[in-house]
C-alpha cells in the first residue's frame, strides 16, 4: 500500500449516522489520497451510499469528522462543501429534468474566480470529453436516455472543478456498451488528478478500475486492501460480497 | 407504568369534571357564560382534531360544518313550534352531516395543501350562498330565535336557566369527549393515525384510505355541528360569521396551541386563547390578534407538541 | 336576456386587468410554492401591506411610480425577514406547519394593519386619469396601463427566470433542491430571494389594484382565496398555467357579475376549482404532470 505523506485528500473518520431510529453508519472510517482511485464495496442497504452523502455535505454525522485536507467539514452545508471542490454524482442520476443539458452543466459554473473566458473554456472542454452531450446540448435533461444522463450527471459534476468526484453507483442500469464508457471516464478522471470514491455493485469492474479497496458491511469497514491483493482474493469477495 | 397512568388519568379527569360542574354555581354570570363558551369552542376544536391530530389533514372547513349546526338548530327552533331542543339537534346534526358528506366526497382524494384549500373554499361557498340567501338565511344578519327549553316531550318541560344551560353543554361536551376517546383508541382510530404517519403504507398495507378518510372528515363534522347547534342554543343567534374561513383557522389554532392528537388539547387551547383574548383585550382593545397570533407562530416553530404536548402519551394511554 | 354589448365589452376589460393583477398576485405564490413547497397563507396581507405602504409613500411624494417601486422593495424585504423568521426554521418538517406558520403570520399582518391604518379605507389617487374610447366606449386609460404594467413584470420575471444568471439557480433549486446544493448552488440565499420575490410582486399588486378600490386591511382576504384557486387551477407551480388561469377565471366572474351581485359572482371561481379538482386535478392548463 502506497504510503501517503500529506493529509489524505479526504479522511471519513468514525462517522456514525442515524435515520430516524435506524442506526446506519456505525462508526465508518476511510481515506482518499489526492488523485486516488478509492472503490466501497459492499452488499445493498449497508450505508455506502450514506457514506458518500456524509463526504458531501447532504447527511451529517452525529459522530465522527469529515475532513477535507486535513480540515473538517462535517458541519458545512452541502453548497459550501461542493464548493470546496467535491462533486457528487448520485445513484439515479438526478440531472434537473426541466433545464436543458448547458443549463445542467452552467449550474455548477457560477463560482468564485469564474470569469465568462474561464466558463466558455471548461465548458468546451467538458462537451470536448463527451461528444454525446455537445451534440444534445439544447436538449431538455430530462429528455436523454438512462446512459447520456449518467454521462450529464458526471459531467455537471466536473464543472466544479472537483479535487474529487463521489460516484454512486454509476452503472447501475446502463447497457454494458455504456458500462465501458463508464469505466473510460473514470480513467479520463483519474488522469486528469481529479480522485474518485467509487460505489458500486459492480465488482469486477471497481477492482480493475481502482487503487485500493474498502469493503463495508453493516454500517461498518470490514476489510480494506490494494485492489491488486483484492482481484486474486476470492475468499474475502466471496465472504462480504457473496460473489 | 399504565395502570397508575390510568388512574391518574380518571382522577383528574373526574376533578375536571366536578370543577366544571360546581363553577356556575360560584362563578359569577359573565365567567359562567365564558366558562360554557369555552367548552363550546373547544368542542369544535375537538371535532378538528380528529382530522388535523389523528389523520394529519388540516382543514379550513370546520366553520361550514360548525355553521350548518348553528342554521339547522335555527331552522328547527324558527320553523316548528313549540322550539324543540332535540329537533334542533338532529336538525344541526343532519345538516352538518349532509356538508360534511358533500366536502368530503370532493376533497379527500387530494393530499395534503390541496386539501386544506378545497376545504377553505367550501367554507367560502358555504358563506356566500348564506350570506347573499337573504330570504333563508337572513343574509348579513343571520337569524334570531328564542331557546328552547330542555324537555322531553310527554314528560317534562324546563326552561334553561344560564346554570343549567351550563350543565347540559358540560355533559354534551363530556359524552362527546368520551366518544371520541373511545373511536381514537378503537381499530379505526388505529387506521387513522397510521394514516398519518405514512399514508402511502398503509394503502400498500391494504386499507382503502380515502373511506377511511371520509368517515374521519363525517365524524369530524357531525361534532362540528353539534358545537354549533350548542352555540345556537347558547346565544339564540345564527350569523354567517361564524361560516367564515377565520373561525376554521382558529378552530386550528386552539389545536396547535393545545396540542394536536390529544383531544383535550384543543379544549384547553381553546380556553387558553379565549383567555388571553380576554385579558389582553382590556389592554389592547381590538388588536389582541397580534400578540396572540406571535405566541401561535412561536408556538408551531418551537413547541409543536403544543401546551400538552409532553403529556400526550400520557393522558390518552 | 338581453345584456347591451357595450357592458359585455367593458366586463371583457375589467375582466382582463383584474385578470392580470390576480396573474401578478397567483405568480408569485406559484413560484414560492415551486421552490419550498410552501403555501403561503400571508400573501393576500402582503398585497394588502403593499397597498398601504403605497398610500403612505404617495402622500409623502406625490409620485405614484415612487409608491409603486417603494411598496415592492418595503414588501419584498418584509418577505425575506418574514421568511427568515418563519419559514426557514420550518424546513424539512412536516408541511403541515408551513401552512399553519404562514396563517399566523397573516393574523398577525393583518391586525397590524388594522392597528397601524384603522378601519377606514384609504384610497390611492390613479397616476393620471383620461380615458380612452373604444367603439363608442370611454374606458379608463389607467386601467389598460396597470395590466400592461401587470404584464410588464411577469414578462420581466419570466426573461429573468429563463435568461438570468440566477434565472438558472432558481431553476434548479425548484427542480431538486438538494442536487442544487450539491452543485455549490447557495440554496438557503435562494429561497430567501425567491420568497421576497414573491412578497414583493404581491406588493406591487396592492399598489397596482389600489385605485381599484379602497384599501383596507381585509383586501387580502378576498385576494388569497381568489389567488388559491388561480394556482391550483394553473397547476401548482405551474407559472403560465397561472397567468391563464387568472385569466380566464377573472373573466368568467365579469361575465356573471352581469347577472348576479359581485359577491356572488365568485361563486363562478369555485365552481371552476371543484371542476377541476374533479377532472384535472394537475390543473386546468398543466402541460405536463408533475
Same mark, same amino acid.
Given at each position: 500500500?502506497?504510503?501517503?505523506?500529506?493529509? $489524505?485528500?479526504?479522511?471519513?473518520?468514525?462517522?456514525?449516522?442515524?435515520?430516524?431510529?435506524?442506526?446506519?453508519?456505525?462508526?465508518?472510517?476511510?481515506?482518499?489520497?489526492?488523485?486516488?482511485?478509492?472503490?466501497?464495496?459492499?452488499?445493498?442497504?449497508?450505508?455506502?451510499?450514506?457514506?458518500?452523502?456524509?463526504?458531501? &455535505?447532504?447527511?451529517?454525522?452525529?459522530?465522527?469528522?469529515?475532513?477535507?485536507?486535513?480540515?473538517?467539514?462535517?458541519?458545512?452545508?452541502?453548497?459550501?462543501?461542493?464548493?470546496?471542490?467535491?462533486?457528487?454524482? $448520485?445513484?439515479?442520476?438526478?440531472?434537473? $429534468?426541466?433545464?436543458?443539458?448547458?443549463?445542467?452543466?452552467?449550474?455548477?459554473?457560477?463560482?468564485? &474566480?469564474?470569469?465568462?473566458?474561464?466558463?466558455?473554456?471548461?465548458?468546451?472542454?467538458?462537451?470536448?470529453?463527451?461528444?454525446?452531450?455537445?451534440?444534445?446540448? &439544447? !436538449?431538455?435533461? &430530462?429528455?436523454?436516455?438512462?446512459?447520456? !444522463?449518467?454521462?450529464?450527471?458526471?459531467?455537471?459534476?466536473?464543472?466544479?472543478?472537483?479535487?474529487?468526484?463521489?460516484?454512486?453507483?454509476?452503472?447501475?442500469?446502463?447497457?454494458?456498451?455504456?458500462?465501458?464508457?463508464?469505466?473510460?471516464?473514470?480513467?479520463?478522471?483519474?488522469?486528469?488528478?481529479?480522485?474518485?470514491?467509487? /460505489?458500486? !455493485?459492480?465488482?469486477?469492474?471497481?477492482?480493475?478500475?481502482?487503487?485500493?479497496?474498502?469493503?463495508?458491511?453493516?454500517?461498518?469497514?470490514?476489510?480494506?486492501?490494494?485492489?491488486?491483493?483484492?482481484? /486474486?482474493?476470492?475468499?474475502?469477495?466471496? !465472504?462480504?460480497?457473496?460473489? | 407504568?399504565?395502570?397508575?397512568?390510568?388512574?391518574?388519568?380518571?382522577?383528574?379527569?373526574?376533578?375536571?369534571?366536578?370543577?366544571?360542574?360546581?363553577?356556575?354555581?360560584?362563578?359569577?354570570?359573565?365567567?359562567?357564560?365564558?366558562?360554557?363558551?369555552?367548552?363550546?369552542?373547544?368542542?369544535?376544536?375537538?371535532?378538528?382534531?380528529?382530522?388535523?391530530?389523528?389523520?394529519?389533514?388540516?382543514?379550513?372547513?370546520?366553520?361550514?360544518?360548525?355553521?350548518?349546526?348553528?342554521?339547522?338548530?335555527?331552522?328547527?327552533?324558527?320553523?316548528?313550534?313549540?322550539?324543540?331542543?332535540?329537533?334542533?339537534?338532529?336538525?344541526?346534526?343532519?345538516?352538518?352531516?349532509?356538508?360534511?358528506?358533500?366536502?368530503?366526497?370532493?376533497?379527500?382524494?387530494?393530499?395534503?395543501?390541496?386539501?386544506?384549500?378545497?376545504?377553505?373554499?367550501?367554507?367560502?361557498?358555504?358563506?356566500?350562498?348564506?350570506?347573499?340567501?337573504?330570504?333563508?338565511?337572513?343574509?348579513?344578519?343571520?337569524?334570531?330565535?328564542?331557546?328552547?327549553?330542555?324537555?322531553?316531550?310527554?314528560?317534562?318541560?324546563?326552561?334553561?336557566?344560564?346554570?343549567?344551560?351550563?350543565?347540559?353543554?358540560?355533559?354534551?361536551?363530556?359524552?362527546?369527549?368520551?366518544?371520541?376517546?373511545?373511536?381514537?383508541?378503537?381499530?379505526?382510530?388505529?387506521?387513522?393515525?397510521?394514516?398519518?404517519?405514512?399514508?402511502?403504507?398503509?394503502?400498500?398495507?391494504?386499507?382503502?384510505? @380515502?373511506?377511511?378518510?371520509?368517515?374521519?372528515?363525517?365524524?369530524?363534522?357531525?361534532?362540528?355541528?353539534?358545537?354549533?347547534?350548542?352555540?345556537?342554543?347558547?346565544?339564540?343567534?345564527?350569523?354567517?360569521?361564524?361560516?367564515?374561513?377565520?373561525?376554521?383557522?382558529?378552530?386550528?389554532?386552539?389545536?396547535?396551541?393545545?396540542?394536536?392528537?390529544?383531544?383535550?388539547?384543543?379544549?384547553?387551547?381553546?380556553?387558553?386563547?379565549?383567555?388571553?383574548?380576554?385579558?389582553?383585550?382590556?389592554?389592547?382593545?381590538?388588536?389582541?390578534?397580534?400578540?396572540?397570533?406571535?405566541?401561535?407562530?412561536?408556538?408551531?416553530?418551537?413547541?409543536?407538541?403544543?401546551?400538552?404536548?409532553?403529556?400526550?402519551?400520557?393522558?390518552? @394511554? | 336576456?338581453?345584456?347591451?354589448?357595450?357592458?359585455?365589452?367593458?366586463?371583457?376589460? *375589467?375582466?382582463? #386587468?383584474?385578470?392580470?393583477?390576480?396573474?401578478?398576485?397567483?405568480?408569485?405564490?406559484?413560484?414560492?410554492?415551486?421552490?419550498?413547497?410552501? #403555501? *403561503?397563507?400571508?400573501?393576500?396581507?402582503?398585497?394588502?401591506?403593499?397597498?398601504?405602504?403605497?398610500?403612505?409613500?404617495?402622500?409623502?411624494?406625490?409620485?405614484?411610480?415612487?409608491?409603486?417601486?417603494?411598496?415592492?422593495?418595503?414588501?419584498?424585504?418584509?418577505?425575506?425577514?418574514?421568511?427568515?423568521?418563519?419559514?426557514?426554521?420550518?424546513?424539512?418538517?412536516?408541511?403541515?406547519?408551513?401552512?399553519?406558520?404562514?396563517?399566523?403570520?397573516?393574523?398577525?399582518?393583518? *391586525?397590524?394593519?388594522?392597528?397601524?391604518?384603522?378601519? #377606514?379605507?384609504?384610497?390611492?389617487?390613479?397616476?393620471?386619469?383620461?380615458?380612452?374610447?373604444?367603439?363608442?366606449?370611454?374606458?379608463?386609460?389607467?386601467?389598460?396601463?396597470?395590466?400592461?404594467?401587470?404584464?410588464?413584470?411577469?414578462?420581466?420575471?419570466?426573461?429573468?427566470?429563463?435568461?438570468?444568471?440566477?434565472?438558472?439557480?432558481?431553476?434548479?433549486?425548484?427542480?431538486?433542491?438538494?442536487?442544487?446544493?450539491?452543485?455549490?448552488?447557495?440554496?438557503?440565499?435562494?429561497?430567501?430571494?425567491?420568497?421576497?420575490?414573491?412578497?414583493?410582486?404581491?406588493?406591487?399588486?396592492?399598489?397596482?389594484?389600489?385605485?381599484?378600490?379602497?384599501? *383596507?386591511?381585509?383586501?387580502?382576504?378576498?385576494?388569497?382565496?381568489?389567488?388559491?384557486?388561480?394556482?391550483?387551477?394553473?397547476?401548482?407551480?405551474?407559472?403560465?398555467?397561472?397567468?391563464?388561469?387568472?385569466?380566464?377565471?377573472?373573466?368568467?366572474?365579469?361575465?356573471?357579475?352581469?347577472?348576479?351581485?359581485?359577491?356572488?359572482?365568485?361563486? #363562478?371561481?369555485?365552481?371552476?376549482?371543484?371542476?377541476?379538482?374533479?377532472?384535472?386535478?394537475?390543473?386546468?392548463?398543466?402541460?405536463?404532470?408533475?
Amino acid at each position: 500500500m502506497t504510503s501517503v505523506t500529506a493529509a $489524505p485528500l479526504i479522511e471519513v473518520d468514525e462517522i456514525h449516522t442515524y435515520y430516524g431510529k435506524s442506526h446506519i453508519l456505525d462508526g465508518v472510517s476511510l481515506a482518499v489520497g489526492s488523485g486516488e482511485v478509492v472503490g466501497l464495496l459492499g452488499r445493498n442497504g449497508v450505508g455506502k451510499s450514506t457514506t458518500l452523502k456524509a463526504v458531501a &455535505g447532504l447527511v451529517h454525522p452525529s459522530r465522527g469528522e469529515v475532513r477535507f485536507d486535513g480540515r473538517p467539514i462535517t458541519r458545512l452545508p452541502a453548497h459550501r462543501v461542493a464548493r470546496l471542490g467535491i462533486g457528487y454524482v $448520485p445513484e439515479d442520476r438526478r440531472i434537473f $429534468p426541466l433545464l436543458t443539458v448547458t443549463e445542467n452543466l452552467r449550474t455548477g459554473l457560477d463560482r468564485r &474566480g469564474m470569469t465568462a473566458a474561464r466558463k466558455k473554456e471548461l465548458l468546451e472542454k467538458v462537451y470536448a470529453y463527451f461528444p454525446v452531450l455537445a451534440e444534445r446540448r &439544447g !436538449q431538455a435533461g &430530462g429528455t436523454l436516455s438512462g446512459g447520456e !444522463q449518467q454521462m450529464l450527471a458526471i459531467a455537471r459534476a466536473m464543472m466544479l472543478e472537483p479535487k474529487i468526484i463521489l460516484l454512486d453507483e454509476p452503472t447501475e442500469g446502463l447497457m454494458p456498451r455504456m458500462v465501458s464508457q463508464i469505466r473510460e471516464i473514470i480513467d479520463v478522471l483519474h488522469r486528469e488528478h481529479v480522485a474518485v470514491l467509487l /460505489v458500486e !455493485q459492480n465488482v469486477p469492474l471497481t477492482l480493475d478500475a481502482s487503487q485500493r479497496i474498502y469493503i463495508l458491511e453493516k454500517g461498518v469497514v470490514r476489510h480494506h486492501a490494494p485492489a491488486a491483493a483484492l482481484r /486474486v482474493d476470492d475468499a474475502v469477495i466471496h !465472504q462480504y460480497l457473496g460473489v | 407504568m399504565r395502570v397508575r397512568h390510568t388512574v391518574v388519568y380518571w382522577t383528574g379527569f373526574s376533578v375536571i369534571l366536578a370543577l366544571l360542574v360546581i363553577a356556575p354555581v360560584v362563578l359569577p354570570e359573565f365567567w359562567r357564560r365564558f366558562l360554557t363558551e369555552i367548552l363550546i369552542w373547544g368542542l369544535l376544536a375537538m371535532s378538528s382534531d380528529i382530522l388535523i391530530g389523528y389523520t394529519g389533514m388540516v382543514s379550513f372547513g370546520h366553520s361550514a360544518f360548525f355553521g350548518l349546526g348553528m342554521y339547522g338548530a335555527a331552522t328547527a327552533l324558527l320553523s316548528v313550534q313549540p322550539p324543540n331542543l332535540w329537533l334542533a339537534m338532529l336538525y344541526g346534526l343532519v345538516g352538518a352531516a349532509a356538508v360534511a358528506g358533500f366536502v368530503a366526497y370532493f376533497s379527500t382524494r387530494l393530499r395534503d395543501i390541496y386539501f386544506a384549500i378545497t376545504t377553505l373554499i367550501f367554507s367560502q361557498i358555504f358563506y356566500v350562498v348564506i350570506f347573499t340567501w337573504t330570504e333563508v338565511t337572513g343574509g348579513e344578519n343571520g337569524l334570531t330565535f328564542s331557546r328552547p327549553p330542555l324537555a322531553i316531550p310527554g314528560l317534562f318541560s324546563v326552561p334553561f336557566t344560564s346554570q343549567t344551560l351550563h350543565w347540559f353543554v358540560v355533559a354534551v361536551v363530556t359524552l362527546s369527549y368520551l366518544v371520541l376517546r373511545r373511536i381514537t383508541r378503537s381499530p379505526f382510530g388505529m387506521v387513522l393515525q397510521s394514516i398519518r404517519e405514512n399514508e402511502a403504507r398503509t394503502r400498500a398495507i391494504g386499507y382503502p384510505i @380515502e373511506r377511511y378518510k371520509i368517515v374521519a372528515v363525517m365524524l369530524s363534522g357531525l361534532f362540528a355541528g353539534l358545537a354549533g347547534v350548542l352555540y345556537a342554543v347558547q346565544n339564540r343567534f345564527a350569523a354567517p360569521d361564524f361560516v367564515f374561513f377565520l373561525v376554521s383557522g382558529e378552530a386550528v389554532i386552539y389545536n396547535v396551541i393545545g396540542g394536536i392528537g390529544t383531544l383535550v388539547g384543543p379544549i384547553l387551547g381553546a380556553a387558553f386563547f379565549l383567555l388571553l383574548r380576554e385579558g389582553l383585550s382590556r389592554f389592547f382593545t381590538e388588536y389582541y390578534l397580534i400578540p396572540v397570533g406571535l405566541i401561535f407562530i412561536a408556538i408551531v416553530i418551537f413547541m409543536p407538541q403544543g401546551l400538552l404536548g409532553f403529556a400526550r402519551r400520557w393522558l390518552n @394511554e | 336576456m338581453d345584456i347591451p354589448f357595450d357592458q359585455i365589452l367593458i366586463q371583457t376589460l *375589467n375582466g382582463i #386587468v383584474t385578470g392580470m393583477i390576480l396573474a401578478l398576485v397567483a405568480s408569485g405564490l406559484t413560484l414560492i410554492f415551486g421552490i419550498m413547497d410552501v #403555501v *403561503n397563507f400571508a400573501h393576500g396581507e402582503l398585497f394588502m401591506l403593499g397597498a398601504y405602504v403605497g398610500v403612505i409613500v404617495l402622500a409623502a411624494t406625490g409620485d405614484f411610480w415612487i409608491a409603486l417601486v417603494a411598496a415592492s422593495l418595503i414588501i419584498a424585504l418584509l418577505g425575506a425577514a418574514i421568511y427568515l423568521m418563519t419559514l426557514r426554521p420550518l424546513l424539512g418538517r412536516d408541511p403541515l406547519t408551513t401552512i399553519l406558520a404562514t396563517f399566523g403570520v397573516s393574523l398577525v399582518l393583518q *391586525n397590524y394593519a388594522l392597528w397601524q391604518f384603522g378601519p #377606514v379605507a384609504r384610497k390611492i389617487q390613479e397616476p393620471f386619469t383620461g380615458h380612452f374610447t373604444i367603439f363608442y366606449l370611454d374606458y379608463p386609460w389607467y386601467r389598460l396601463v396597470i395590466a400592461l404594467l401587470a404584464a410588464a413584470i411577469i414578462g420581466a420575471l419570466w426573461l429573468f427566470l429563463k435568461f438570468g444568471t440566477y434565472g438558472i439557480w432558481i431553476r434548479a433549486t425548484t427542480q431538486d433542491r438538494v442536487m442544487a446544493q450539491a452543485m455549490g448552488i447557495p440554496v438557503p440565499w435562494v429561497l430567501t430571494v425567491v420568497f421576497a420575490i414573491g412578497a414583493g410582486m404581491a406588493g406591487a399588486s396592492g399598489v397596482l389594484f389600489g385605485p381599484l378600490v379602497g384599501v *383596507n386591511h381585509t383586501m387580502g382576504l378576498d385576494w388569497i382565496l381568489k389567488a388559491f384557486i388561480v394556482v391550483v387551477v394553473g397547476g401548482m407551480g405551474n407559472l403560465a398555467g397561472s397567468i391563464a388561469a387568472a385569466i380566464f377565471i377573472s373573466l368568467l366572474e365579469a361575465y356573471a357579475a352581469l347577472w348576479v351581485s359581485p359577491a356572488q359572482a365568485i361563486i #363562478v371561481s369555485f365552481v371552476v376549482l371543484i371542476l377541476t379538482l374533479l377532472f384535472r386535478p394537475t390543473g386546468l392548463f398543466a402541460s405536463t404532470p408533475r
